[in-house]
């Protein structure tokens, strides 16, 4: 296995990397700005405002067990994240089952793992579920923004290693990282990456390392797309778990999330009332599906542009008119794209625009709308609310853009914890399955979820919803010529 | 016609006016609660922290041109003031189709009007519209914490003599009134009132006014109960309208508000994901209808309770179950409650709810949850984010509460313009009417909008929609035996 | 008290009758065409073809128990007809109930009621509750071809002096009424009317029979116009209970119903796809709103055209975009009307549309689309299906007109039992209440429901729903200033 | 290649046809039945009832134009056959474009196309555009009740050798196909098939055929799963379409075409009311989504029932309570089954259904609803309408059975045009690809139809709705990886 050498994939600060455009379909991962939104919302209860500004390096902390093996902002806010935590396991239900299954069979006993995620509430479930299977776990941040103090403490002082704070320089962020890896007497068994840093640095530095390792679960969309091209490149040294595009987060992730969250994303930024409005959704993939169906439900009248014929058709039966944004750009009062594609809405679009426009991006990156086009000598920028910028025109018209083009809702609204958790779910198996898995059942290359772990993911949130699935008799089984327990539908079914 | 004696009608602090009840059917008049939500909104650009904190009383300040009968907080932010309210014109297109329409003609040429609203950017649209009818225009502030200061300034600037500021003592409130009521060489010919104060107070100190006054226009819901006991008590002096209870308000601030206000408010609060939830709605009058609706449409399996069987028969025929309160309280995730009742959920509901359960109001004031049963020693209240409580039980349950109870769209979601337009447009309406009605087509009695007003403020908001209405023919009028430019629906039309 | 003249009111056939517009808000009463669809879809079983052609007042018949007054087509039959009596109860749940509630009380003991309306299953299981509740029946159709003979049977095998069968001459129409109302020894306390005239009969020859009559239950549309007419004209001599406006008739009738007959019509006629097609609907009162609400949710792209600006915002609210027909009438696929006026849709349009486009009236009579200018000499016409025909232009181009204009969802789709059930019940209810008023209650006129027992109808279908409604406690009702008990709204509550 | 012998694939009669249950997800084709409900519907103008009882064998017919190479009902229909094809056509533009589109080339010049399939006026559409293609076409019924002999006529007067009557004889029905193949001078180079009974007598008597032939392109489930069954037995001889599992015919098939059917099937039947009827769909796949989904926006209650968690965790994400059947078994109003399952519903639930409740099959065959359990000599069966029997319990209670556990929306819905366009121009596509494709591209082997075929036939639908396809530039095809003309999605996509 020849390692990759360090210009072959080079670290992208976090503004390239969401200009990259990692696969055909233009899926998202939702969870890659979770915290965000998480700390947001409840900034005014816990404020970091205050805190005395020396940086964690250079303090020195001990947990009230006397461990100081972790690197964090202040141990003494361990008792608020804590409540951070318990709030989060009640709406992951799936974690809490697998600890609860696990019971004396520890099925990560021995594990070592090192991660790099958000640190939040919610993956913090996650890494202490991962230690209740028996694993142990040392981690950094995936991002210099995203880390929730105060949970960071909490896990701190539960005794895992963790080294990460909001607000780390880069400098911090590879210093925090390779705390992780490089520890002494520590040689982990697989790794759990969030946009591939983790899996980079290894590579860069401790190509060893990969040896003993079992393998990788990557769960970005980022870090995917690099996961496959190391392979493409007969580069990757050892398994990888591709949880990104199983069935369930995909549904999560994109239709039923984005269902709810343009609805809050444009009240949130622009109070905007939906009744009556015009709106267009440029693509009617999984996305653009569920914006429509939400703003058609509140009373909005909705328009589809689309390219692909089938997607087109749906859309037709679906009872949306489709057109060219050209067509309908002088009437709408909102603009949505979801195309995953690139400059969607130009200029020329952006120019016939009415007053008042609304135009907000759901799909992909910052791409689809040509904002360069926008930052012409021309027209003037206000700021006139967080993420919501007016651009005026020189006869006075304004656009309201929303997020300027980046995601609206990783910008503008919050995820569910109820999502992260199937997220969560499906990595702690991804983790499961690749610890115990016989040698040989997987090479050096990138792995789906078995379809049958991806229903086992979806029978643990039923509970949530008091469902009740039926059990197929013997006899249906044989007849349908499948499993009783599964899997019960072909591979490609969405 | 004899004065109403101050005792008979007392001046009543905001909370307990808040606390009583209005009307059997529980309107709400969404107005009221305008200013929060929109100040809450743009807090972040127009911050008022840095200012001074001297009383406005104490300052003497000059606009530009010089004038100075106005009392505010700072006239130098008469700027930022101005380009709000442009951009609530936008947003009230009625109001400035009144301004084009009247041209020459001048509706209100040498009326006086003294006024009592929010200061708002979309009240400065009336009043500013008021002005460019003919009218002249006195103005205090409803509410103590509602005034956007800068809009004031604005107004100020703009030659209004506008009394208001944020913050106000109880004490600056009735000196703010007074100002407008009782200046120098002013004998106003009518009242624009919103809950009733500026009224309370020219019958406590200037009953004469009365005398060649034209009439009060009154929206709120309190306000306009006041009117109706002054009416009954045959104290009511002079002409009254009831703008609260035209087709159009109701509409809009019941069904369709609340239709989108409930996922606003409960996504701000909580996050919580709607797809799956098990929910109950206490109540299928319009506002239940509205919620119901909504929550249907995003996914969530609603129950509703119902008092009246032709409100329950509806409920069902629109595909809830109707059950009582009790028989799901165990198992639904979110109880809401909109009946105008009081105490609807109780302890002995609150026992059983399970844990994590979201309970919020957006039916009536704050009494349809028994908040004084949640006031006891062995609950433990805990507060998370603004508008959030935990209740915690001795068991560890905890039931999130919103709003304490309030109304949930008064306090955590905003309030569309478009809706406030609705108001602000038959308020101007039932002024030209009250201004230029011959004597004696109104006595001294509260009066609805005329039907036709109404279809007329409904006609001047269709633009927004680009929507064309078709006109009668003479012979199709005829066929209907009505006028061909309408009233087209009976009274009783909902 | 006057009697009315014979050419005051006319008798006039039942095309002419169909023509004339009654209220003003255009409402139907579709319990009147019941019997057509109820006897067609059950017709494969129970053919009447192969009867013999004599004419049943040439025959003499004896019920199993040796009575014979009565005229129908074949006593044979009874047991078929019961059958079909029997299925109906079950959908009928709120005449079972007043049946048990009545027990030993019989409120219409001794009570001689008159009737004439469609002989259906439905109306049987209403004429037998009577019978139950105390009173004597005389029954004849109001409608010469609606009469399901088996169920006509199964009454006269039951004892009741039935007079009708299917396929009456006007003659006959008349000499069954007359055997009703003429009978000796009967003089009838009340008339259960549809239609109005065996009203009409009675005031024409028999007019001495109001002196002791307790009232008159009518629910047609242009019955109740009549005797709005006649109490206009002073000429009413008993008081007379307007069944058809009823709150919870009027939204099952218009809305609810309207909402499922609108796909059944257009499907059982056309075998229209729904999913993408292009439909105009002119109207958007209940019947309107049903329509579009059930057309929008199967897929159709719904544009609304309205006179009413404040219907039109309520449509526009509701996510349709509101034009002219003029500016949508080449491109919709599908033109509904719902307007309850006349020449909504005229040639002009009819030469603008496209080749194929479906043609249908929702909202009144068969005025709504101008038939006349379809029936010219350049047109040519073609029976294609049974309510259905293609109207041919010179170049070819068909439009598919359904039921020649007529209601669509009396033509062509069934009521279902449900919803008569909610007629039959005021009916009865209505029945009650007039022979048990004590005196002076009821004077001269035309009276509504009273709002109580509009709920009480209603609150008797909710256990078909198995819907539980909640009880107002004392202290509850005591809030909101009302009984217990109801009424719970204002009568302009919809 | 080695000839299936005639004892491996056994001709199967229709009846057990339908029983046999072809693949894994228990998709199935509606094109298979369309025939009897086309001819209902229109039965009332064009009725065979009249005509003679002699056997088209016997009899001599000669086209206008002297051509007497078919065999038919009577040629004197063939205008009226001509008018019925002439309003197919307009509902299948596809077909129409190719028609255009092919102008000079002819892209089935000189092919000789032998098909079995419904004679229909849309199959007529189909063949009469293969000839316009350049195809010589001999044509036979697959099924003996389905053919609309007007239609045949028409198609024999243009000069199409169709061998097809309603109600052949088994025999019959053998000699029309041996008609079609064992013509002489007539070597077919391909084979248009549904059901796979053509296909079967060619295997069966003229194996030699397949030498010249270019391969096989058949529609209907069971007639594919012969193929593959051939194709594992490596006994299939040439290349064969699936044109069964193509996105764009599944998706009409199962998910759009079932949303309308159902309703479309239960009103017909019952003429229940949808509005708060509790209702459970068993199954959540493409079929029960779109059962759901119409009943839910028609006002009922639904619940679901599913085996696998990921339909179950989107039935709860779209607001569905996922329920083991017999929890609710005693509380609804109707069952629905489409798990493509068998005895989903048995004896156990059937005896706790409460009174009057609907019983009927969306999803496969006869097997989903255990009718042997309801074929015992204590339930009582009574016929009450076509396609609907009342079983009768020994109690009274009656459980109404719809199509006798077959498919509901095969037996007493329409199938319309649009959707039969779909799979019309699927298979013409799918002729055109196998008679041009460069030898070597197919193998004997069963394909699916090219992905971007499947996006072409979709293209060919979008103007029905004029509807607007956006064309990638040059760039974002080039930033998507893909090529502007599609295919735009991975082919798993749905």
Redesign the interface.
């Known amino acids: 296995c020849a390692f990759l050498s360090p210009q072959q994939i080079q670290f992208t600060d976090q503004k390239q990397e969401f200009n990259k ?1 990692p696969t ?2 233009g899926r998202r991962s939702l969870s890659r700005s979770i915290s965000q ?1 998480s700390t947001d ?2 900034s ?2 816990c404020s970091d405002s205050s805190e005395d500004e020396s940086s964690p390096k250079d303090k020195l902390q001990k947990t009230s067990k006397g461990l100081s093996d972790f690197c964090i902002k202040n141990i003494k806010q361990a008792d608020f994240g804590r409540r951070e935590i318990e709030m989060a396991q ?1 709406e992951m239900p799936a974690l809490m089952v697998l600890r609860k299954r696990a019971g004396g069979e520890k099925p990560l006993a021995g594990a070592k793992v090192v991660g790099c995620t958000h640190i939040t509430a919610q993956t913090a479930v996650l890494i202490e579920t991962l230690c209740v299977l028996g694993a142990q776990c040392r981690w950094a941040a995936c991002n210099i923004f995203s880390t929730q103090n105060a949970v960071a403490a909490a896990l701190a002082e539960g005794g895992i290693s963790v080294f990460a704070w909001r607000g780390e320089s880069e400098e911090d962020f590879w210093w925090c990282i390779d705390q992780c890896v490089g520890a002494e007497n520590w040689q982990p068994d697989m790794i759990l990456d969030d946009g591939g840093d983790l899996t980079h640095w290894i590579y860069k530095k401790y190509p060893s390392l990969f040896k003993k390792m079992k393998g990788i679960v990557e769960e970005s969309v980022t870090g995917v797309y690099r996961l496959y091209q190391l392979s493409k490149a007969g580069r990757l040294c050892v398994p990888a778990m591709n949880v990104n595009d199983s ?2 987060k995909q ?2 992730d994109n239709l ?2 984005c ?2 969250s343009i ?2 994303g444009l ?2 930024t622009t ?6 409005k ?1 709106v267009v959704v ?1 693509g009617y993939g999984e996305v653009g599906k569920g914006c429509c169906a ?1 703003l ?6 909705v328009y589809v ?21 050209s ?1 309908v750009v002088r ?1 709408v009062d909102v603009v949505i794209t979801c195309t ?5 809405v130009g200029r020329e679009h952006l120019d016939r625009m009415k ?2 426009c609304i135009l907000c991006n759901m799909g992909h990156s910052n ?1 689809e709308i040509d904002m360069v086009s926008l930052r012409t000598a021309d027209l003037r920028w206000e ?4 993420q919501v910028d007016h651009v005026i025109w020189p006869d006075g018209k304004r656009i309201v853009l929303l997020a300027e083009g980046r995601l609206l809702n990783l910008s503008c ?7 992260l958790s199937i997220t969560a779910a499906t990595q702690a198996l991804a983790l499961i399955e690749l610890y115990n898995a016989p040698e040989g059942r997987y090479k050096q290359d990138v792995y789906l979820l078995p379809k049958k772990m ?3 993911v ?2 643990l ?2 509970s ?10 013997d ?2 089984a044989k ?4 499993s009783k327990h ?1 899997p ?7």
Request: overall charge neutral; some cysteine.
């Open positions: 455009r055909k379909t939104s919302s409840c005014s209860v009640q069935v369930t549904k999560f039923y999330c269902k709810e609805l809050d009240k949130r109070d905007v009332m939906f009744g009556g015009q440029c939400a058609k439900a509140l009373g909005a009248v542009t689309e390219a692909d014929p089938i997607c087109a058709l749906q859309a037709c039966m679906d009872g949306f008119r489709v057109i060219n944004l067509e009437q995953g594609n690139k400059n969607v007053n008042g791409t700021h006139v609310r967080p609204s919050t995820v569910p914890s109820f999502v991806d229903e086992y979806a029978s949130h039923l949530t919803f008091d469902a009740h699935l039926t059990e197929l008799s006899d249906q007849y349908l010529g499948i599964g019960f539908k072909p591979n490609y079914y969405r």
